[in-house]
C-alpha cells in the first residue's frame, strides 16, 4: 500500500515571508494524483493545489506552488508572502487511480504577525 | 448551497449505543467516501462507494456499516460504539475517475462517554 510521509510535525514562518513543507510517499504505481489539503481551525478539509504525477510542470494556485520531483516521489509544498490566515494543518495526500486515497500525518503551520 | 453536508456535526453518546451519520452531496460526483481522523489529526479513509457500489473497505471493524442508498448519499452507521471510536468522522466525494479532488463535509465529532 502506498504510504505518505511528512517529516515536519510543525512550522512556523513570518508573516509576508515563505515556507516549504515537505512531502514524500512511497509508490510503485506509474500514474496517480497528489494533493496538498488545508485544514484550519475550523476542520473544514481544503483543496489547496494538485497535481497529475504524468505532468511535468509543477502547480501553481496564486502564492500556492508545488515542487514535484518524480522520480524522488517528493511533492512539497512552497507559500509564499504568508499570511495569518494560512494557519492551519496542512495534509499532503496521495491518490491511486482506482480512488484509494491516503494521507501525510499532516504538518502544523503556525504564521507569525 | 453546501456540497457535501454531514449531519450532526456533533454527537455525544454512551458506549454500547447505535448510532448514524448521514452524509449527502449535491455535486453530481459519482464516488463517496468515509474517513476517521484520530485526536492526533491523522487522516484514515474507512470506505469508498463508487454508484453505490463498495470499492474500498479498509480494515474497519464490522460494527461500521456503511449504507448508500444511492450516489448522492452515504450513510455509516456504528453498533456497539467504543471508547475507540471518538474521533471526527468525515464524508467526502468526487468523480471516480480523473484528477479531480474530493471535496469534504465539515466532519462530525464523535465523543463517547
Known amino acids: 500500500a502506498q504510504t505518505v510521509t511528512q517529516s515536519q510535525p510543525e512550522m512556523s514562518v513570518q508573516e509576508a515571508e515563505t515556507v516549504t513543507l515537505s512531502c514524500t510517499y512511497d509508490?510503485?504505481?506509474?500514474?496517480?494524483?497528489l494533493f496538498w489539503y488545508k485544514q484550519p481551525p475550523s476542520r473544514q478539509m481544503i483543496l489547496v493545489i494538485r497535481?497529475?504525477?504524468?505532468?511535468?510542470q509543477n502547480a501553481t494556485e496564486n502564492r500556492f506552488s508545488v515542487n514535484f520531483q518524480k522520480a524522488a516521489k517528493s511533492f512539497s509544498l512552497k507559500i509564499s508572502d504568508s499570511q495569518l490566515g494560512d494557519a492551519a494543518m496542512y495534509f499532503c495526500?496521495?491518490?491511486?487511480?482506482?480512488?484509494?486515497?491516503?494521507f501525510g500525518a499532516g504538518t502544523r503551520l503556525t504564521v507569525k504577525p | 448551497d453546501t456540497a457535501v453536508s454531514q449531519t450532526p456535526k456533533y454527537l455525544v453518546t454512551q458506549m454500547g449505543n447505535d448510532k448514524s451519520i448521514k452524509c449527502e452531496q449535491n455535486?453530481?460526483?459519482?464516488?463517496m467516501y468515509w474517513y476517521k481522523q484520530d485526536s492526533k489529526k491523522f487522516l484514515k479513509i474507512m470506505f469508498s462507494?463508487?454508484?453505490?457500489?463498495?470499492?474500498i473497505n479498509e480494515t474497519v471493524p464490522n460494527r461500521f456499516s456503511p449504507k448508500s442508498p444511492d450516489k448522492a448519499h452515504l450513510n455509516l452507521h456504528i453498533n456497539s460504539l467504543e471508547l475507540g471510536d471518538s474521533a471526527v468522522y468525515f464524508c467526502?466525494?468526487?468523480?471516480?475517475?480523473?484528477?479531480?479532488?474530493?471535496?469534504f463535509g465539515d466532519g462530525t465529532r464523535l465523543s463517547i462517554l
Open positions: 455535486l453530481g460526483h459519482d464516488t
Open positions: 462507494y463508487n454508484n453505490k457500489e463498495l470499492i
Open positions: 495526500a496521495y491518490r491511486s487511480l482506482n480512488n484509494d486515497m491516503r
Open positions: 497535481q497529475e504525477a504524468y505532468k511535468q
Open positions: 467526502a466525494s468526487s468523480h471516480g475517475r480523473g484528477h479531480q479532488p474530493q471535496h
Open positions: 509508490t510503485s504505481e506509474s500514474d496517480y494524483y
